[in-house]
């Protein structure tokens, strides 16, 4: 069974070209599925695998359910999904049961933002000077005024920042590429923190900690919450969020939905779409708040 899971690792990899974030939720959804099939005898999975039906889905999906929310289950259950349409290409079985199993259907999400002066208050706020506060006041500058997600930023490299026009050269998901504007207080920012840093390689990663290597997600996502919470603004509020609030005040602004979709690297309008409904619900609620006549008695 691990020569299967190393053949599908390679395949999302080389293939399917995935970013390893996304390899990872993969395997990680599959190797939970195999445990639910054979919690105490892995090495029977071999045998056990081609002979799934699609009720041993939907009971690890009802298992799933009393934890998860559902578009998590949902997910998890695509990437078996894939797993059987590998495995069915290799020969290795002869059906895909999973697609014979109906996803949970999704709740309706709305993204979670900041409207703009709790923004301000936040990218404003005091800089002690030292090199840790002008990176994390870089980071957040960023992550609002590109829209980047977090996996994004933290893999970018010195050379990807063109600070003389003002753009980042971005690696999304699945490897695509795209160039995103900079904002001019975003780069007064990174020209402060690239400075402090003094001379470095062009390959070398834009963010680093305090030992000189990489900055990794977590970490950005703990420093974010720790701002917050000196600041007294909400701390749900996460690195994507920034990104949710990027999206919905440039619609606020007037700004094109297609350019939006651009600059987030959605595949699909639709996708984007959400910003739209946050606007309209804000405006009616403001509406509803401020007009005479929209009021029930």
Request: net charge positive; proline share 4%; with cysteine.
């Amino acid at each position: 069974m691990p020569s299967w899971l190393t053949q599908f690792s390679r395949y999302l990899s080389v293939e399917r070209n995935l970013a390893e974030h996304t390899q990872h939720s993969y395997l990680r959804d599959v190797r939970s599925f195999c445990q639910f099939l054979c919690p105490d005898h892995p090495e029977q999975l071999p045998d056990v695998l081609p002979g799934v039906e699609r009720t041993a889905i939907r009971r690890w999906m009802a298992q799933l359910l009393k934890d998860n929310k559902k578009v998590t289950v949902a997910r998890k259950i695509a990437s078996v999904r894939s797993f059987y349409a590998f495995l069915l290409r290799e020969g290795f079985v002869e059906t895909n049961p999973a697609l014979q199993v109906r996803l949970p259907r999704k709740e309706h999400y709305l993204p979670t933002t900041l409207d703009v002066d709790y923004m301000y208050r936040l990218l404003d706020a005091a800089c002690d000077g030292s090199l840790q506060s002008l990176r994390d006041r870089a980071v957040f500058e960023l992550l609002y005024s590109c829209g980047l997600r977090v996996g994004e930023l933290v893999q970018l490299d010195m050379r990807h920042l063109d600070v003389d026009q003002a753009l980042v050269h971005v690696l999304g998901k699945g490897g695509k590429q795209r160039i995103v504007p900079v904002g001019g207080k975003a780069i007064e920012a990174l020209s402060r923190y690239v400075q402090r840093r003094g001379v470095v390689d062009r390959d070398s990663p834009l963010f680093v900690n305090r030992r000189g290597t990489r900055l990794s997600a977590r970490t950005v996502q703990r420093n974010l919450k720790k701002k917050l919470l000196q600041l007294g603004l909400p701390t749900a509020v996460t690195p994507h969020s920034l990104r949710h609030s990027f999206a919905t005040h440039l619609l606020d602004g007037g700004a094109d939905l297609r350019a939006i979709q651009e600059m987030l690297g959605h595949q699909s309008l639709s996708t984007t779409q959400k910003y739209t409904q946050v606007s309209t619900d804000r405006m009616m609620a403001e509406y509803d708040r401020a007009h005479p006549r929209s009021r029930k008695k």
